[in-house]
Nanobody, 120 residues
């Protein structure tokens, strides 16, 4: 199983980015897909989740600015990020699991991460 995240980059504060994560999961449609992020010197934290039935959850810090979606035909999950701020700077990881937990330990598969840097 592989999860390949992409779409990160350098953006100015107030800008937008869309992250993508393609998963080689045979039963992608059965998995809950999540995004986490890790800033330098900090623990990895939950950002957003989209369940197999498209139910979504967001961290309070990104609610109203980020939108998660999925395409079960393309085995891809997206994270549309808007109104980005310097504190959003981090490596963003996608993860797959059969849980709706926000804990990293509860996810089975992880992507390699994509760097998002927001300049002020």
């Amino acid at each position: 199983v592989q999860l390949q995240a992409s779409g990160g980059g350098l953006v100015q504060a107030g800008g937008s980015l869309r992250l993508s994560c393609v998963a080689t999961l045979r039963t992608f449609g059965s998995y809950n897909m999540a995004w986490f992020r890790q800033a330098p010197g900090k623990a990895r934290e939950f950002v957003s989740l989209i369940a197999w039935n498209s139910w979504t959850a967001y961290a309070d810090s990104v609610k109203g600015r980020f939108t998660v979606s999925r395409d079960n035909v393309r085995n891809t999950v997206y994270l549309q990020m808007s109104s980005l701020a310097p504190e959003d700077t981090a490596v963003y990881y996608c993860a797959a699991g059969l849980t709706t937990s926000r804990a990293t330990r509860d996810f089975d598969y992880w992507g390699q991460g994509t760097q998002v840097t927001v300049s002020s």
